[in-house]
């Protein structure tokens, strides 16, 4: 069974930072694209990040382009996102999560098959 832990969250002020972490089980993981979403309270859940696992390709969201990256460490099987400059409306439930490799990255949910649990990130105005 894959497994996807993410973690990082947490409450900042806006122009602050958080880094969030995304630890895989598998090194399989080397054949899956890993991006990170969030969902807001009321709001459909929206693509924010991705990378395929060689970090060749990376894709991010309008939303987010000069304030987050990602990043990963193969070594820990895990991905990053580290994301500057924070606004209130970063405000949500992130979740990491890992699909097959489509070039160029999907950015849509039903492309991805593992999903972590979420991390809540709240930024004050």
């Known amino acids: 069974q894959v497994q996807l832990v993410d973690s990082g969250g947490g409450f900042v002020q806006a122009g602050g930072s958080l880094r969030l972490s995304c630890a895989a089980s598998?090194?399989?993981?080397?054949?899956?694209?890993m991006g990170w979403f969030r969902q807001a309270p009321g709001k459909e859940r929206e693509f924010v990040a991705a990378?395929?696992?060689?970090?060749?390709?990376?894709h991010f969201a309008d939303s987010v382009k000069g304030r987050f990256t990602i990043s990963r460490d193969n070594d820990k099987n895990t991905v990053y996102l580290q994301m500057n400059s924070l606004k209130p409306e970063d405000t949500a439930v992130y979740y990491c999560?890992?699909?097959?490799?489509?070039?160029?990255?999907?950015?849509?949910?039903?492309?991805?098959?593992?999903w972590g649990q979420g991390t809540q990130v709240t930024v004050s105005s």
């Open positions: 999560a890992a699909g097959r490799t489509k070039i160029p990255i999907s950015s849509k949910d039903n492309d991805y098959y593992y």
């Open positions: 598998e090194r399989t993981f080397s054949g899956y694209t």
């Open positions: 990378t395929t696992w060689s970090f060749v390709f990376t």
